[in-house]
């Protein structure tokens, strides 16, 4: 099987639940919790799409781990149809043909919230390794045609991006560098939304700030790149429509 296959074969099982929302979200935060998950496994309160991620623990806590040491280019997550399908139902083809033109970045989605459209969300991270990168991003405007915007932070490079994919396409929206974001240390990235606004924090101060051609609606997760290794943790969403 090739790997577009093997790709087109796995996002739908976990997502049946998809079309859910987390609860309370409109009342303050809502995080999400590993601390039920089972170190060395797939995370269940994320769900892979592209890349190798798996719970471990730090300093006896469970993590989220994106393990980019595997990486592969064109290598998507196990069960990325099934995944899909869960999804976005009789558009997951669609959006796995996204999948593959942008397998060169891993991400997670939230699959308890199918559109996230103002607030906050935030997610603490740690670079271990990556010789090529070491990006932690918070993916949101998740499309059902696999087209999607993260603000990212990069312990190798000290700046801050606001990607945008789009149409198998990457581009860069707004970029700001000397913006310290030392290796093997634990930072914090936040994303505020306000409708077509879009603010960018790291480690509590405010670096990045555009503003988009249309209100930003769809899925949220979490994004990463190439060969980084990272721990995630802390993941915070809060809204408010």
Same mark, same amino acid.
């Given at each position: 099987?090739?790997?577009?296959?093997?790709?087109? =074969?796995?996002?739908?099982?976990?997502?049946?639940?998809?079309?859910? &929302?987390?609860?309370?979200?409109?009342?303050?935060?809502?995080?999400?919790?590993?601390?039920?998950?089972?170190?060395? #496994?797939?995370?269940?309160?994320? =769900?892979?799409?592209?890349?190798?991620?798996?719970?471990?623990?730090?300093?006896?806590?469970?993590?989220?781990?994106?393990?980019?040491?595997?990486?592969?280019?064109?290598?998507?997550?196990?069960?990325?149809?099934?995944?899909?399908?869960?999804?976005?139902?009789?558009?997951?083809?669609?959006?796995?043909?996204? =999948?593959? #033109?942008?397998?060169?970045?891993?991400? =997670?989605?939230?699959?308890?919230?199918?559109?996230?459209?103002?607030?906050?969300?935030?997610?603490?991270?740690?670079?271990?390794?990556?010789?090529?990168?070491?990006?932690?991003?918070?993916?949101?405007?998740? $499309?059902?045609?696999?087209?999607?915007?993260?603000?990212?932070?990069?312990?190798?490079?000290?700046?801050?991006?606001?990607?945008?994919?789009?149409?198998?396409?990457?581009?860069?929206?707004?970029?700001?560098?000397?913006?310290?974001?030392?290796?093997?240390?634990?930072?914090?990235?936040?994303?505020?939304?306000?409708? #077509? $606004?879009?603010?960018?924090?790291?480690?509590?101060?405010?670096?990045?700030?555009? &503003?988009?051609?249309?209100?930003?609606?769809?899925?949220?997760?979490?994004?990463?790149?190439?060969?980084?290794?990272?721990?995630?943790?802390?993941?915070?969403?809060?809204?408010?429509?």
């Amino acid at each position: 099987m090739s790997a577009g296959s093997k790709l087109a =074969v796995t996002v739908l099982a976990a997502f049946g639940f998809a079309a859910l &929302t987390l609860p309370g979200l409109t009342a303050g935060p809502s995080k999400i919790d590993f601390s039920n998950e089972t170190a060395g #496994a797939e995370p269940k309160s994320l =769900v892979p799409v592209v890349g190798f991620w798996r719970i471990e623990e730090d300093n006896g806590r469970k993590v989220l781990t994106v393990d980019g040491r595997q990486w592969k280019e064109g290598q998507s997550s196990a069960g990325i149809a099934d995944k899909a399908r869960a999804l976005y139902g009789e558009r997951y083809a669609e959006f796995l043909d996204r =999948v593959q #033109a942008y397998a060169y970045y891993p991400y =997670v989605v939230a699959p308890k919230i199918n559109n996230f459209s103002e607030g906050e969300i935030s997610v603490r991270f740690e670079g271990l390794s990556g010789r090529v990168d070491q990006g932690a991003g918070i993916l949101f405007n998740l $499309k059902p045609n696999g087209d999607y915007l993260t603000v990212r932070a990069n312990c190798l490079e000290d700046n801050i991006v606001l990607w945008k994919f789009e149409k198998g396409k990457r581009s860069a929206v707004k970029w700001v560098r000397n913006t310290p974001t030392a290796t093997r240390q634990w930072h914090d990235l936040k994303v505020r939304i306000s409708g #077509a $606004k879009v603010e960018g924090y790291l480690d509590g101060k405010l670096y990045l700030e555009h &503003t988009l051609a249309q209100p930003v609606s769809g899925r949220i997760g979490l994004w990463s790149k190439a060969d980084s290794h990272m721990y995630f943790a802390d993941y915070t969403v809060t809204t408010t429509d």
